[in-house]
Nanobody
Framework: QVQLVESGGGLVQPGGSLRLSCLASRSIFGSYGMAWYRQAPGNQRELVASISSGGSRNYADSVKGRFTISRDNAANTAFLQMNRVTSEDTAVYYC?????????WGPGTLVTVSS
């Protein structure tokens, strides 16, 4: 079973940038789509961005133009570049991969946007 681990979260000032990483325990991102989700306190988990195995990208309206999803298949790593962050981007961010018959989630990484 594949495992995912997010990293790169932390405290960032409004207007700043942060890059999240999602490391997979084996090579999967070239074969399966993956996505970034987030969950703010008191809110439901929501989709932030996704990238298909073929490279098609989709973004939530709230992050379009500010966030970029990408991946490095050779490094078994996916990324979420976050620019011009606001306090509304404060959340725990999770990466997820949809395999043939299951979904795998990472444990999450906390992003706090505050001055």
């Amino acid at each position: 079973q594949v495992q995912l681990v997010e990293s790169g979260g932390g405290l960032v000032q409004p207007g700043g940038s942060l890059r999240l990483s999602c490391l997979a325990s084996r090579s999967i991102f070239g074969s399966y789509g993956m996505a970034w989700y987030r969950q703010a306190p008191g809110n439901q988990r929501e989709l932030v961005a996704s990238i298909s195995s073929g490279g098609s990208r989709n973004y939530a309206d709230s992050v379009k133009g500010r966030f970029t999803i990408s991946r490095d298949n050779a490094a078994n790593t996916a990324f979420l570049q976050m620019n011009r962050v606001t306090s509304e981007d404060t959340a725990v961010y999770y990466c997820k991969v949809r395999l043939s018959s299951s979904e795998v989630w990472g444990p999450g990484t906390l992003v706090t946007v505050s001055s």
